[in-house]
């Protein structure tokens, strides 16, 4: 079955810096690729997406990136800042009504 | 913003009690599924439901697992006895269409002594 990677573990920036977290997938089939920010004690609520029908998303300062060939898609956080601090989770899917299959999680912290 | 919710949404139980989840999806939703997600670890998948019954399931939904949705609104996960490592947070998540975005929940924490 799929199986994603996500990297890193951890990742602690200063506001105003980037982040870029980074996923791996395993199953060419998978065609939808969600990105969830986790609050503490909160459900996961999705931040972006992305299909395999495009290289890139963006939305203001979040952006998705996708290779195929590859098997890996990126998650970007441009000029952070304090509220960012979470934890992301990648995913993949099949599409339709396919279950997701998270990564391991992000847990990103923004130093003011 | 319509949203998924979730009750109880901490839970005790004594190991080999039955507990059971409940979930509200988005009202127009047909699709919904329960994930769990064990302490520090992943989001991990347990059941899709569809058209009233079972779409899939993982290697964790066992016997011991059942989901219903009695009545066009509540959407269920029942844990028929419960163990020390079913301790955990459920989410229950929902999506109007194929292809659409999966909504999850605030979750339940439910703790097996």
């Known amino acids: 079955g799929e199986n994603v990677e996500q990297h890193p573990s951890t990742l602690s920036v200063q506001e105003g810096d980037s982040a870029v977290i980074k996923c791996t997938y395993s199953?060419?089939?998978?065609?939808?690729f969600p990105w969830y920010k986790q609050e503490l004690g909160k459900g996961p609520q999705l931040i972006i997406d992305?299909?395999?029908?495009?290289g890139e998303k963006k939305d203001q300062r979040i952006a998705v990136t996708l290779n195929k060939t590859a098997k890996h898609f990126s998650l970007h956080i441009t000029e952070t800042q304090p509220e960012d601090s979470a934890v992301y989770f990648c995913?993949?899917?099949?599409?339709?009504?396919?279950?997701?299959?998270f990564g391991t999680g992000t847990r990103l912290l923004v130093s003011p | 913003e319509p949203e998924v919710t979730q009750t109880p949404s901490h839970q005790v139980t004594q190991m080999g009690q039955e507990v059971i989840l409940r979930c509200v999806p988005i009202?127009?939703?047909?699709?919904f599924y329960w994930y769990r997600q064990i302490l520090g670890q992943k989001v991990e998948f347990l059941v899709s439901?569809?058209?009233?019954?079972?779409s899939e399931k993982s290697e964790i939904f066992d016997d011991q697992f059942s989901v219903e949705r009695p009545d066009g609104s509540n959407f269920t996960l029942k844990i028929r006895s419960t163990k020390l490592e079913d301790s955990a947070m459920y989410f229950c998540?929902?999506?109007w269409g194929v292809g659409e975005t999966q909504y999850f929940g605030p979750g339940t924490r439910l703790l097996v002594l």
């Open positions: 439901f569809y058209n009233n019954e079972i």
């Open positions: 992305i299909r395999s029908n495009v």
């Open positions: 199953d060419s089939a998978s065609n939808y």
């Open positions: 998540a929902s999506k």
């Open positions: 995913a993949a899917s099949k599409g339709g009504f396919q279950k997701l299959v």
């Open positions: 009202s127009n939703h047909l699709y």
